[in-house]
């Protein structure tokens, strides 16, 4: 018994391994440990999830390891397997999401988020992606009630509140659109977007001009 608990104990500080290097952008070595661990017979069922999410997310991301649609396509099977050894993930499904969306694949997108949403209720950017979706599909007010739900769950979530704001501008919102681009760009300091500091300046010189409309504080 207790070599086995050591035996596990080992996987999961391979797994921090891997994942330190996935994070220091050594991608390949990453794959490498992951796929490893993927050999090893007792893996517990939480664990082996864990590793397929993280090779998926990879291949989701990760320009470096291959062409396009053969990337999506690894990616998608990686994070099948992660919600077929642990059901009860709310970010598998969440990336499971995000894979079918890139994938033009609309309906199981939203199935997707909704299982990670029933997972875990507090989920910012699931929602955000939700909201991305109804855009989409040209439900501006389902979207809209999406992004503001992402932005309560977290409240520097930077793309539902730039997402909300363009949904105001191309709406006539303009107003309301500034104050969304503030939000977004409020906790980001020198690192925000320049595209979004620069539209954020041109809204905030636009309504200088109109007083009737102009932003309060």
Known sequence: MFKLMLKLL???VKF????????QGNFTTAKELYLELLNENNLTPTLRSEVFRQLGWMHYNVEALGEKQHRQRLALNY???SVQNNPDSSQSYYFLGRCHA?????HDAF???RHSVEKAEANADTWCSIGNLYQQQNQPLDALQAYIC??????D??????NLGTLYENHGQVHDAYKCYIHATRRRGTKANPALVE???FLKTALANFPQIAPSG
């Not at 921090?16 to 994070?23: G, N, T, V």
């Not at 992402?150 to 409240?155: F, I, P, R, V």
């Open 79 to 81: 994070i099948l397997s």
């Open 199 to 201: 539209r954020l300046q």
């Open 16 to 23: 921090h391994i891997a994942h330190l290097y996935e994070l």
């Open 102 to 106: 890139s994938l033009s694949k609309i």
């Open 111 to 113: 199935i997707s988020y």
């Open 157 to 162: 979530h930077e793309a539902a509140w730039t």
């Open 150 to 155: 992402s932005a309560q769950l977290k409240k």
């Open 10 to 12: 080992l996987f999961i």
